[in-house]
């Protein structure tokens, strides 16, 4: 059994964030464990509140489960603050773990920002440079990189600009231009632009999450970064396809389709 950590927050309307990494990784058959760097306060509506962890047991987290368990891929997700990025960062240079899939989460999809902008330069100057990959939707690839991306040929050029600022590679994920959802991917000898049909639902809460768990998850497997890529946006597709209605707004994408036989 393999081991892939989280470092995320928690979603307390369970879509999103660590409870939808543990079961993205559950669904990979691979052992999840975790690091909460904060707690939130949301539905399938809207988030509230949210209160961050200290940094220094964000890391004692880390370090506990790393002195442990054999970590073969760790992810991140909502890290909410400069001192946690930076810590988280430090920590995660120490240990050298084999592979890191570096999701920027910046804001909920009901609009609600999740990370202080202030984080953003810590982003860029200590948590890129570890990245294994790094997977920011539109939105998120405008705010590191400070231009508008309307278009596949911006998404190529963000994703050069993500590499060169030191990830390994980068996935650019285009779920916010019309059309067939187009992402775009590079590392360094290929670019490629992945597609996928667009599925017509509302229920598609914690689909950022959900793809770079599983892209974790693929990667502590043994596969390839560019399968595991691959294999990780099918993976979110089909989820998407089954998500469900769970409250009054954006429901959950399926993370365990395929262990009720769904298909």
């Known amino acids: 059994m393999k081991a892939a950590l ?27 464990a975790s690091a909460i760097t904060a707690v939130t306060a949301q539905n399938s509506v809207e988030v509230r509140d949210w209160l961050a962890v200290p940094a220094e047991m964000v ?17 991140t997700g909502m890290l909410a603050n400069a001192e946690i990025v930076s810590a988280v960062a430090e920590c995660l240079g120490r240990l050298a773990l084999p592979f890191l899939v570096v999701d920027p989460v910046m804001v909920a999809k009901g609009g609600h920002r999740l990370l202080k902008p202030e984080a953003e330069r810590a982003y860029l100057e200590r948590l890129l440079p570890l990245a294994t990959l790094v997977t920011p939707n539109i939105p998120e690839a405008e705010a590191l990189l400070g231009e508008p991306i309307a278009d596949i040929g911006a998404m190529r050029a963000a994703a050069a600009r993500l590499r060169a600022r030191g990830a390994r590679a980068a996935l650019v994920k285009g779920g ?6 187009v992402d775009v991917f590079d590392d360094g000898t290929q670019v ?16 950022g999450c959900t793809l770079s768990a599983a892209i974790a998850a693929r990667l502590a497997l043994g596969a390839p970064l560019v399968e595991a890529v691959r294999g990780a946006k099918a993976y979110v597709t089909e989820a998407i396809r ?22």
């Open 6 to 32: 989280t470092i995320a927050g928690s979603d307390s309307g369970g879509g999103a964030g660590i409870q939808a990494d543990l079961r993205t990784f559950a669904a990979h058959d691979v052992h999840g």
């Open 59 to 75: 890391v004692k987290q880390i370090e506990t489960v790393a002195s442990d368990m054999p970590v073969a891929a760790a992810k």
């Open 176 to 181: 916010h231009l019309e059309g067939d959802a």
């Open 192 to 207: 490629l632009e992945l597609r996928a049909e667009r599925i017509d639902t509302p229920h598609t809460h914690g689909t």
């Open 242 to 263: 089954h998500g469900y209605a769970m409250g009054h707004g954006h429901g959950p994408v399926d993370h365990l389709y395929a262990r009720r036989g769904r298909s």
